[in-house]
């Protein structure tokens, strides 16, 4: 297993930007693709971004590309997912999961979510 722990969520002008990240414990960081998923209220759930076990792959959703970043160290156990040109309807609960496959997989192990406010 691996239990993840996120940070970095807060509240921001639109325009403005956050870092989120994610530290994981447990199993090897490595052998685990990992995702950042959101959900903001009455809304399901959105995949944000994805990222392969070495790093060199990468999913964006249609609604962040051009503005998050997803990227990870695995000499720390992190990843991290760069936000710009934040807008309000980036506002939601930010999860961070690890799975089996960067596309297309399954996430198993979630965090316990940061919130992301953007006010206009």
């Known amino acids: 297993q691996v239990q993840l722990v996120e940070s970095g969520g807060g509240l921001v002008q639109a325009g403005g930007s956050l870092r989120l990240s994610c530290i994981a414990s447990?199993?090897?960081?490595?052998?685990?693709?990992m995702g950042w998923f959101r959900q903001a209220p009455g809304k399901e759930r959105e995949s944000v971004a994805t990222?392969?076990?070495?790093?060199?792959?990468?999913y964006y959703g249609d609604s962040v590309k051009d503005r998050f970043t997803i990227s990870r160290d695995n000499a720390k156990n992190t990843v991290y997912l760069q936000m710009n040109s934040l807008i309000p309807e980036d506002t939601a609960v930010y999860y961070c999961?690890?799975?089996?496959?960067?596309?297309?997989?399954?996430?198993?192990?979630w965090g316990q979510g940061t919130q992301v406010t953007v006010s206009s």
């Open positions: 999961a690890a799975g089996n496959s960067w596309v297309g997989g399954s996430f198993d192990y």
């Open positions: 447990g199993r090897p960081f490595s052998s685990y693709a």
């Open positions: 990222i392969s076990r070495s790093g060199l792959s990468r």
